[in-house]
């Protein structure tokens, strides 16, 4: 391993075990909640760790702590109903109280939204691999996704869904009223690897206020909730030369280009252009299935039943 590594390795390392990061859970009350759930500590400061690397917006990150508060009984609905196993919302407030902990929940609100609990943990550990979590040191997807079982109820209220949901119904719309065929690459669910880089490629273009042309061939109508609701992008998204879906941001710009069904042609003419990149398609049957955005609610009901 070069010594690069090994720097990358020890400071993810000292960061999640540091008190600094570990301060606003370090309660008998948290801790115990964490350990009847099942819940690994370290799988929670990992992502705490890597939400610090994500310049969410600030005016998001502020109002999480208030609105976790402002649930009834400082509980969500479905925290509140699955109480067995699920209910300890006091974890996501006391997360809360921190930026990068406001960043871990909603960034896990935003993995687990419309996607089983697995899928969503597969996609955490490719973004922590991504931003420098040696293999050593990395959580297991198990691990991850009893944490997300665990968190998801507790953050499914704080707005990623509504927003995907209203992109995903808009653009459907906007594409049935051009007589196009809805193309695969809006919704599908697509590979968590794939998925992990269009992130830290947003995350790049959102840091410099640069513009990014993206042809995702997945996620589409995703990868514009998290750009324009996480990141406060500029986002267009693109079908052919019409534009299905659009919203203001100060934090540079992104063009989403989506291709209708049997398109291929058009995604690879439009990676040709100058600053595009072009992401790969999902292969399998299952990887091309559709970001259910009620999924989280029946999930979970599943799960308890």
């Not at 590594?5 to 540091?18: E, K, P, R, T, Y």
């Not at 040696?134 to 507790?154: E, F, G, H, R, S």
């Not at 499914?156 to 209203?166: D, M, S, Y």
């Amino acid at each position: 391993m070069s010594s690069s590594d090994n720097q990358v390795g020890f400071g993810f390392q000292a960061d999640v075990v540091s008190t600094a990061s570990l301060a606003h859970l370090l309660t008998g009350r948290i801790l115990k909640a964490l350990s009847d759930g099942g819940v690994d500590l370290y799988a929670v400061t990992a992502s705490i760790w890597l939400s610090k690397q994500l310049p969410f917006r600030s005016a998001l990150q502020t109002t999480v702590h208030a609105q976790l508060k402002a649930m009834p009984g400082a509980n969500g609905f479905l925290a509140k109903v699955l109480s067995i196993g699920w209910g300890h919302a006091g974890i996501a407030v006391e997360m809360s109280r921190t930026k990068a902990g406001a960043n871990a929940l909603l960034l896990i609100g935003a993995l687990a939204s419309g996607v089983s609990r697995f899928h969503a943990a597969q996609c955490l550990s490719e973004l922590l691999t991504i931003y420098g979590c040696a293999a050593d040191q990395l959580a297991n997807v198990d691990v991850l996704k009893t944490m997300i079982v665990y968190i998801a109820p507790m953050v499914h209220e704080l707005g990623f869904v509504k927003v995907l949901q209203h992109i995903t119904t808009s653009a459907s719309h906007e594409v049935v009223r051009l007589r196009k065929k809805i193309p695969v690459d809006l919704t599908s669910i697509g590979d968590p690897q794939t998925l992990a880089s269009a992130i830290r490629q947003l995350v790049f273009t959102s840091e410099r206020a640069e513009t990014l042309y993206l042809v995702p061939q997945q996620r589409g109508a995703w990868l514009a909730a998290f750009a324009s609701h996480l990141l406060g992008m500029s986002v267009e998204l693109v079908c052919d030369d019409h534009i299905l879906w659009a919203s203001g941001g100060d934090n540079g710009k992104v063009t989403l280009q989506v291709a209708p069904q049997g398109s291929d042609s058009t995604a690879m003419a439009c990676s040709n252009r100058s600053g595009s990149l072009l992401l790969m398609a999902p292969t399998s049957r299952e990887r091309r299935k559709r970001v259910d955005v009620e999924y989280l609610l029946r999930d979970a009901l599943e799960a308890e039943l």
